[in-house]
């Protein structure tokens, strides 16, 4: 039973490093995709493509069919 723990211990110490390493270039990429959305609702009205629809549905925390154009508005004031 001993290697089984040392396996799964040596996957734990594997797993937590990946995760420092990645969690910086995740934050950076975050940081690019906000500006880029930002760019792309800027001056535009609804719908917008499903990828900018997903972004807004998570920034405003409701689901995209029932997002407004004046709360797209704010968010683009906002930033």
Request: hydrophobic share 40%; glycine share 4%; proline share 4%.
């Amino acid at each position: 039973m001993g290697a089984r723990r040392i396996r799964r211990e040596q996957i734990q110490h594997d797993q937590k490093l990946s995760r420092q390493e990645n969690g910086i270039l995740k934050v950076k990429e975050r940081a690019r995709r906000d500006a880029r959305m930002l760019g792309v609702i800027k001056d535009k009205k609804l719908p917008f493509l499903p990828a900018v629809m997903s972004w807004l549905s998570i920034k405003l925390d409701k689901p995209s069919r029932l997002i407004q154009q004046d709360e797209v508005d704010q968010l683009a004031k906002q930033a």
